[in-house]
C-alpha cells in the first residue's frame, strides 16, 4: 500500500484514553435467537460480510497474501453474484479506508442522476409526486458508480491482479450459487417486480418459484465480469457492457445515455473525523448523512447526564430516541450533494452546535417532532449491503454498497445480467415528500443532472488510543446511522462482545414520522409502557439494519460480529 498520495495526514493520537463510563451498565436490548452462540476469533486477518462465500472469497485472498482493499474488491464482485438483492455493479456505495500507519481516505462510488434528469421529474401536473416513479422500472436508476468504483480504488490501493479478484465472482457466476432460504424467500419476493419491469428473460425469474438449496446459476453476469476483467472499467462505461445498458434504457423510456456512463467518475472524499469517548470515529461525509448523524447522536450521549447508564433502561431510552430525533431532522434541512450545495459539515458536527441541540431534551417528556425544526449551525434505506475488512497488516475497510430497494429498479440489464439501482428515490422528488425511507428533505438534495443523491450510508472505523478498534457498518436506508449508533454502544457503554453488539435487537426514531420503531425485542414490554407515558409511539417493525463488523482487541486478536438477521458470516485466520 504506497500509492497515498490521496490520503489525509496521520491522526492524531487521542489524550483522552478513557472510555465507557464506570459503574454497572444498563443492558439495552435482548439479542436476536438466531444469533451465533460461539463468537469467531482471528489473529491476522477477517472478513465479515452478508454471504459466507463472499466472506470466504475475502479470506482467501487475504491469506494468499492481498491487502484489506484487494480483499474488498473481490469481496464486491463476489457480492454481485450472491446478494443480487443489494450486490452490484449497477449500484453504488461508500467506502472508508484507514491503513495501518494511520492514514484514512474515504472514497464516493455513490451513483450520480443522468444528464436528463429534471427537478420535478417524478411529479404529474397537479405537484404530485407520482407513487412508484422514482423507485420501479427504466426512470428509477442513477448513473451506476460500483465498476468505476472499484478501479479507482484498485489503481490506488490494490496490490494483486483485478484479474484475480474478480476471477471468483465469474465462477462463481458461472456455475452458480447454491441458494439459502432467506435468498429463495427473497427472490421469490422479487419476482414480480423484476418480471414487471425487465424487458427480456434473466435468471432471476428463470423459475417460478425458488427453494433453498435450488443452484441459482447467471451465464449472462458471468460474462459481464469477464468482459470487465479484460477490458477494465472501460468496458462498463464505453464498451458493450455501456451499450447493453443503454439499449435497455431505450426498450424501457430510462434515460442514462452512453454519455452518462462515460462521464461517471467515483470521487474520493476527505472522510468526516470526529470523537467519541476520547476514541477517534472515521466514516463518511456527504453525499452521505451517515456520519453526520452518527457523529451528532454520539456527541449527543456523550453529554447525556451519566446517571442515564445506569438509572434504568427507559431513561436511557429516552435519551437515545430524542437524540436521534434531533440529529434527523437536520438532515432534512441541509444535506446534499456537496459538488451542487454547501454542506454546513463542520457546523453541523461542531460540539457546541450539537450540545446547543440537544440541550432542550426534556429528560420525562417526549418532544414531539413538530415542536423541532432544523437547527442553525453557527456558519463557520433496507437494501443494502456492507462489509468489514481487516488485513493481517492492520489495514481497514468498511464498505456499504448498494441498489438501494431490494433487486433495485428490477430492472435486469437485457444481455448483461444485472440490475440496476434505484437510487433516484433518494432524491427529494417534491419538498415534504416522503421517500421509500419515510425520508424527506429539502432544496439541498433536490434532483439536478448529475448530482449525487443524498444517502445514508455509514461505513465507519473507529480508533482508540491512536489504534485499530473497531470496523463497523450496516445497509437499512435511514437506520443506517442509527444502527451503527447502538451496535458501538452496545461494545463501548453495554460491555457486549461483537457478536451480541450487532446480535442486539434495536429501535430507530428519525423525527418524521414521529414514531419510535422498535424490533420485537428492542423494548421490554415495562420499558415500553413508561416510554408511551412519556408522550412516545413505538411501533413493531421487522429487522433493523444488517450490520457486519469486527472488534480489534488491544493485543490485536479480532473479534467478528455477523448479523443474524441475514446469511452474513465472520471468517478469520
Ligand atoms: N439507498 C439508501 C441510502 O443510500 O441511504
Redesign the pocket.
Given at each position: 500500500m504506497q500509492r497515498l498520495g490521496l490520503f489525509a495526514a496521520a491522526l492524531p493520537i487521542s489524550l483522552l484514553l478513557s472510555c465507557g463510563t464506570a459503574g454497572p451498565q444498563t443492558p439495552i436490548a435482548s439479542i436476536h435467537p438466531a444469533a451465533p452462540a460461539g463468537l469467531v476469533r482471528a489473529d491476522s486477518g477477517m472478513v465479515v460480510s452478508a454471504h459466507p462465500l463472499a466472506s470466504a472469497i475475502g479470506e482467501r485472498v487475504l491469506r494468499e497474501g492481498g491487502n484489506a482493499v484487494d480483499a474488498a474488491i473481490a469481496v464486491h464482485w463476489a457480492l454481485a453474484v450472491t446478494t443480487p438483492w443489494a450486490g452490484n455493479i449497477g449500484g453504488g456505495g461508500f467506502m472508508v479506508v484507514r491503513l495501518a500507519d494511520g492514514r484514512t481516505a474515504s472514497l464516493d462510488f455513490r451513483e450520480a442522476a443522468p444528464a436528463a434528469a429534471r427537478h420535478n421529474m417524478y411529479v404529474d401536473q397537479q405537484g404530485q409526486v407520482v407513487p412508484g416513479l422514482s423507485e420501479y422500472g427504466h426512470l428509477a436508476p442513477g448513473v451506476p458508480g460500483s465498476v468505476a468504483g472499484l478501479f479507482a480504488l484498485h489503481d490506488s490501493l490494490g496490490s494483486l491482479p483485478m484479474a484475480r479478484l474478480i476471477q471468483p465472482a465469474i465462477d462463481l457466476a458461472a456455475a452458480g450459487c447454491p441458494l439459502t432460504g432467506h435468498e429463495a424467500h427473497e427472490l421469490n419476493a422479487a419476482r414480480p417486480l423484476i418480471g414487471r419491469h425487465s424487458t427480456r428473460p434473466n435468471a432471476f425469474t428463470s423459475r417460478s418459484s425458488w427453494a433453498a438449496g435450488d443452484t441459482l446459476r447467471q451465464p449472462e453476469l458471468a460474462h459481464t465480469l469477464e468482459r470487465i476483467r479484460d477490458g477494465g472499467a472501460e468496458e462498463f462505461s464505453k464498451g458493450l457492457t455501456a451499450r447493453l445498458l443503454v439499449e435497455e434504457m431505450r426498450r424501457g423510456g430510462g434515460l442514462i445515455t452512453a454519455a452518462d456512463l462515460a462521464t461517471y467518475h467515483p470521487r474520493w472524499r476527505p472522510p468526516l473525523q470526529g470523537t467519541f469517548q476520547g476514541m477517534e470515529v472515521i466514516t463518511m461525509g456527504p453525499p452521505s448523512s451517515g456520519g453526520i448523524l452518527l457523529l451528532q447522536m454520539l456527541r449527543g450521549m456523550e453529554t447525556a447526564d451519566p446517571s442515564i447508564w445506569t438509572g434504568g433502561r427507559p431513561a436511557l431510552l429516552h435519551r437515545m430516541i430524542e437524540v436521534e430525533r434531533r440529529a434527523f431532522a437536520d438532515r432534512a434541512e441541509y444535506l446534499g450533494d456537496p459538488d451542487f450545495v454547501r454542506v454546513p459539515v463542520q457546523e453541523l458536527i461542531a460540539h457546541e452546535y450539537v450540545d446547543a441541540r440537544m440541550a432542550d431534551i426534556d429528560p420525562s417528556r417526549a418532544t414531539p417532532s413538530t415542536a423541532i425544526r432544523a437547527g442553525s449551525p453557527v456558519p463557520e434505506?433496507a437494501h443494502?449491503t456492507h462489509f468489514s475488512i481487516v488485513d493481517p497488516m492492520g489495514n481497514a475497510v468498511s464498505c456499504t454498497t448498494?441498489l438501494?430497494g431490494a433487486y433495485g429498479c428490477g430492472v435486469v440489464v437485457g444481455g448483461a445480467g444485472f440490475l440496476l439501482n434505484n437510487?433516484m428515490d433518494?432524491f427529494s422528488a417534491a419538498p415534504g415528500a416522503p421517500n421509500a425511507y419515510g425520508l424527506i428533505g429539502g432544496e439541498a438534495n433536490s434532483i439536478a443532472p448529475h448530482k449525487r443523491m443524498l444517502?445514508?450510508?455509514a461505513p465507519t472505523i473507529v480508533t482508540r488510543n491512536g489504534r485499530l478498534f473497531m470496523v463497523a457498518g450496516s445497509p437499512g436506508?435511514s437506520t443506517?446511522p442509527t444502527t451503527v449508533f447502538q451496535v458501538l454502544l452496545n461494545v463501548v457503554h453495554h460491555g457486549m462482545d461483537m457478536q451480541q453488539a450487532v446480535s442486539a435487537f434495536r429501535f430507530h426514531h428519525q423525527w418524521l414520522p414521529d414514531t419510535v420503531r422498535a424490533e420485537i425485542g428492542a423494548i421490554q414490554p415495562a420499558d415500553s409502557m413508561a416510554l408511551v407515558e412519556m408522550g412516545h409511539v413505538i411501533r413493531i417493525r421487522h429487522a433493523i439494519g444488517r450490520a457486519d463488523a469486527i472488534l480489534v482487541h488491544p493485543d490485536g486478536t479480532l473479534e467478528g460480529g455477523a448479523d443474524p438477521r441475514g446469511d452474513d458470516r465472520a471468517m478469520g485466520f
Amino acid at each position: 500500500m504506497q500509492r497515498l498520495g490521496l490520503f489525509a495526514a496521520a491522526l492524531p493520537i487521542s489524550l483522552l484514553l478513557s472510555c465507557g463510563t464506570a459503574g454497572p451498565q444498563t443492558p439495552i436490548a435482548s439479542i436476536h435467537p438466531a444469533a451465533p452462540a460461539g463468537l469467531v476469533r482471528a489473529d491476522s486477518g477477517m472478513v465479515v460480510s452478508a454471504h459466507p462465500l463472499a466472506s470466504a472469497i475475502g479470506e482467501r485472498v487475504l491469506r494468499e497474501g492481498g491487502n484489506a482493499v484487494d480483499a474488498a474488491i473481490a469481496v464486491h464482485w463476489a457480492l454481485a453474484v450472491t446478494t443480487p438483492w443489494a450486490g452490484n455493479i449497477g449500484g453504488g456505495g461508500f467506502m472508508v479506508v484507514r491503513l495501518a500507519d494511520g492514514r484514512t481516505a474515504s472514497l464516493d462510488f455513490r451513483e450520480a442522476a443522468p444528464a436528463a434528469a429534471r427537478h420535478n421529474m417524478y411529479v404529474d401536473q397537479q405537484g404530485q409526486v407520482v407513487p412508484g416513479l422514482s423507485e420501479y422500472g427504466h426512470l428509477a436508476p442513477g448513473v451506476p458508480g460500483s465498476v468505476a468504483g472499484l478501479f479507482a480504488l484498485h489503481d490506488s490501493l490494490g496490490s494483486l491482479p483485478m484479474a484475480r479478484l474478480i476471477q471468483p465472482a465469474i465462477d462463481l457466476a458461472a456455475a452458480g450459487c447454491p441458494l439459502t432460504g432467506h435468498e429463495a424467500h427473497e427472490l421469490n419476493a422479487a419476482r414480480p417486480l423484476i418480471g414487471r419491469h425487465s424487458t427480456r428473460p434473466n435468471a432471476f425469474t428463470s423459475r417460478s418459484s425458488w427453494a433453498a438449496g435450488d443452484t441459482l446459476r447467471q451465464p449472462e453476469l458471468a460474462h459481464t465480469l469477464e468482459r470487465i476483467r479484460d477490458g477494465g472499467a472501460e468496458e462498463f462505461s464505453k464498451g458493450l457492457t455501456a451499450r447493453l445498458l443503454v439499449e435497455e434504457m431505450r426498450r424501457g423510456g430510462g434515460l442514462i445515455t452512453a454519455a452518462d456512463l462515460a462521464t461517471y467518475h467515483p470521487r474520493w472524499r476527505p472522510p468526516l473525523q470526529g470523537t467519541f469517548q476520547g476514541m477517534e470515529v472515521i466514516t463518511m461525509g456527504p453525499p452521505s448523512s451517515g456520519g453526520i448523524l452518527l457523529l451528532q447522536m454520539l456527541r449527543g450521549m456523550e453529554t447525556a447526564d451519566p446517571s442515564i447508564w445506569t438509572g434504568g433502561r427507559p431513561a436511557l431510552l429516552h435519551r437515545m430516541i430524542e437524540v436521534e430525533r434531533r440529529a434527523f431532522a437536520d438532515r432534512a434541512e441541509y444535506l446534499g450533494d456537496p459538488d451542487f450545495v454547501r454542506v454546513p459539515v463542520q457546523e453541523l458536527i461542531a460540539h457546541e452546535y450539537v450540545d446547543a441541540r440537544m440541550a432542550d431534551i426534556d429528560p420525562s417528556r417526549a418532544t414531539p417532532s413538530t415542536a423541532i425544526r432544523a437547527g442553525s449551525p453557527v456558519p463557520e434505506a433496507a437494501h443494502t449491503t456492507h462489509f468489514s475488512i481487516v488485513d493481517p497488516m492492520g489495514n481497514a475497510v468498511s464498505c456499504t454498497t448498494t441498489l438501494n430497494g431490494a433487486y433495485g429498479c428490477g430492472v435486469v440489464v437485457g444481455g448483461a445480467g444485472f440490475l440496476l439501482n434505484n437510487e433516484m428515490d433518494d432524491f427529494s422528488a417534491a419538498p415534504g415528500a416522503p421517500n421509500a425511507y419515510g425520508l424527506i428533505g429539502g432544496e439541498a438534495n433536490s434532483i439536478a443532472p448529475h448530482k449525487r443523491m443524498l444517502s445514508s450510508m455509514a461505513p465507519t472505523i473507529v480508533t482508540r488510543n491512536g489504534r485499530l478498534f473497531m470496523v463497523a457498518g450496516s445497509p437499512g436506508g435511514s437506520t443506517i446511522p442509527t444502527t451503527v449508533f447502538q451496535v458501538l454502544l452496545n461494545v463501548v457503554h453495554h460491555g457486549m462482545d461483537m457478536q451480541q453488539a450487532v446480535s442486539a435487537f434495536r429501535f430507530h426514531h428519525q423525527w418524521l414520522p414521529d414514531t419510535v420503531r422498535a424490533e420485537i425485542g428492542a423494548i421490554q414490554p415495562a420499558d415500553s409502557m413508561a416510554l408511551v407515558e412519556m408522550g412516545h409511539v413505538i411501533r413493531i417493525r421487522h429487522a433493523i439494519g444488517r450490520a457486519d463488523a469486527i472488534l480489534v482487541h488491544p493485543d490485536g486478536t479480532l473479534e467478528g460480529g455477523a448479523d443474524p438477521r441475514g446469511d452474513d458470516r465472520a471468517m478469520g485466520f
